[in-house]
Antibody, heavy 128, light 109 residues
Framework: EVQLVESGGGLIQPGGSLRLSCAAS????????MSWVRQAPGKGLEWVSV???????YYADSVKGRFTISRDNSKNTLYLQMNSLRAEDTAVYYC??????????????????????WGQGTTVTVSS | EIVLTQSPGTLSLSPGERATLSCRAS???????LAWYQQKPGQAPRLLIY???SRATGIPDRFSGSGSGTDFTLTISRLEPEDFAVYYC??????????FGQGTKVEIK
């Protein structure tokens, strides 16, 4: 069964650090684009970061320089290292697999993107 | 950065009615990079539509997506009780970042 299970959330003081984990089963993390998405209490979804299968990483401006996405291929696990945490980082953090579907067009292939597998989320609360 | 604006914020409808949700982008978006998600309270989002109009695996055919450029639409042809939820559009941008709309809540009238 294809599954993602997050862990590592908790209560942390402002300025502190936390590392979230996302253990995958049924597929290989390193062969896929993998992403983190968060949702503040009562708010909408906010994209946080992505790591490509080739290893390139990208971040939302709101977390750039403070958060680091990485993976451990031997453990088939995705991570999010969060430093210098702020109250506004309080949210449920989801990891997700990005599915890329190729469709052959008349002149060239097209690539469709969608986050097709999600974990159940882990809650991070930043408060003193 | 592309901003996605969804409307209406809340849609009040009865089971069996048709729901039309709008997602407008601040600049042109490739249809290949536009997706829709459904989220129910206490649950993770679920992928409904990718490539603006392709249904994800296991999604009923009452869900359909359309649009191009800056205007995209998610249509639920006949609302079932399990369809009352929040819906988000999402785009993948040229700067290698993703953006979500603020969501549309479909509630029971």
């Amino acid at each position: 069964e294809v599954q993602l299970v997050e862990s590592g959330g908790g209560l942390i003081q402002p300025g502190g650090s936390l590392r979230l984990s996302c253990a995958a089963s049924g597929f290989t993390v390193s062969s896929n684009y993998m992403s983190w998405v968060r949702q503040a209490p009562g708010k909408g979804l906010e994209w946080v970061s992505v790591i490509y299968s080739g290893g390139s990483t990208y971040y939302a401006d709101s977390v750039k320089g403070r958060f680091t996405i990485s993976r451990d291929n031997s453990k088939n696990t995705l991570y999010l290292q969060m430093n210098s945490l702020r109250a506004e980082d309080t949210a449920v953090y989801y990891c997700a697999r990005v599915a890329i579907t190729m469709v052959r067009g008349a002149l060239r292939p097209y690539y469709y993107y969608g986050m097709d597998v999600w974990g159940q989320g882990t809650t991070v609360t930043v408060s003193s | 950065e592309i901003v996605l604006t969804q409307s209406p914020g809340t849609l009040s409808l009865s089971p069996g009615e048709r729901a039309t949700l709008s997602c407008r982008a601040s600049q042109s978006v490739s249809s290949s990079y536009l997706a829709w998600y459904q989220q129910k309270p206490g649950q993770a989002p679920r992928l409904l539509i990718y490539g603006a109009s392709s249904r994800a695996t296991g999604i009923p055919d009452r869900f359909s997506g359309s649009g191009s450029g800056t205007d995209f639409t998610l249509t639920i042809s006949r609302l079932e009780p399990e369809d009352f939820a929040v819906y988000y559009c999402q785009q993948y941008g040229s700067s290698r970042t993703w953006t979500f709309g603020q969501g549309t809540k479909v509630e029971i009238k």
